[in-house]
């Protein structure tokens, strides 16, 4: 089974800040990486799959990159809507998910 | 519009069985895998079961092998989960979820709004 591990657990930011989410699989899955972010009581939304490709309709703030065992969800300007927790998922076997990176104010 | 609607969760007692449905509308139902994901309260997304679009394949997590069996009916547009011998680590919210692309599962750009299961004494 592919294991999913993200980093940081938590991360508090302010708004404008710069954001990374570092995301690591056990083995390579090559490009096959998406991230959700998910609000409290509410279902996770797509922003980002294959890597790197932006889910239409989501702000252009957010970008991914990375292949292989290591991903990387930048947040170039935080935004007070984007104070929530994000989640990875592999897509090359099943559905892994990573643990989720809660991002919350300083 | 694209909707996906959960039902079925509720209150079992440890070693019951429960049905989730799925009711899909606004795309071809039978043209996509469907899968499902929970949330355990105040926990991470856990990937459950994937099913092909014939019903001719079907995966799960390690967890619930051998107790959940993942079904659909095309004809009625429905995906389900039927939930046996249910641990108090089942606890969850349910949600039902649609891949991007007919040919594959995750990932998932559609999702329901969640059904809750509760397994308990």
């Known amino acids: 089974d592919i294991q999913m591990t993200q980093s940081p657990s938590t991360l508090s930011a302010s708004v404008g800040d710069r954001v990374t989410i570092t995301c690591r699989a056990s083995?390579?899955?090559?490009?096959?990486l998406a991230w959700y972010q998910q609000k409290p009581g509410k279902a996770p939304k797509l922003l980002i799959y294959q890597a790197s490709i932006l889910e239409s309709g989501v702000p252009s703030r957010f970008s991914g990159s990375g292949s292989g065992t290591e991903f990387i969800l930048t947040i170039s300007s935080l935004q007070p809507d984007d104070f929530a927790t994000y989640y990875c998922q592999q897509c090359i076997i099943h559905g892994t998910f990573g643990p989720g990176t809660k991002v919350d104010i300083k | 519009e694209v909707q996906l609607v959960e039902s079925g969760g509720g209150l079992v007692q440890p070693g019951g069985s429960l049905r989730l449905s799925c009711a899909a509308s606004?795309?071809?139902?039978?043209?996509?895998?469907m899968s499902w994901v929970r949330q355990a309260p105040g926990k991470g997304l856990e990937w459950v079961a994937n099913l092909r679009r014939d019903g001719g394949a079907e995966f799960y997590v390690d967890s619930v092998k051998g107790r959940f069996i993942v079904s659909r009916d095309n004809a009625k547009n429905s995906l389900y989960l039927q939930m046996n011998n249910l641990r108090a680590e089942d606890t969850a919210v349910y949600y039902c979820?649609?891949?991007?692309?007919?040919?594959?599962?995750?990932?998932?750009?559609?999702w329901g709004q969640g059904t809750l299961v509760s397994v308990s004494s």
């Open positions: 979820a649609r891949g991007i692309t007919p040919a594959a599962a995750p990932p998932f750009q559609h």
């Open positions: 083995q390579s899955i090559s490009g096959c």
């Open positions: 606004g795309f071809t139902f039978s043209d996509y895998w």
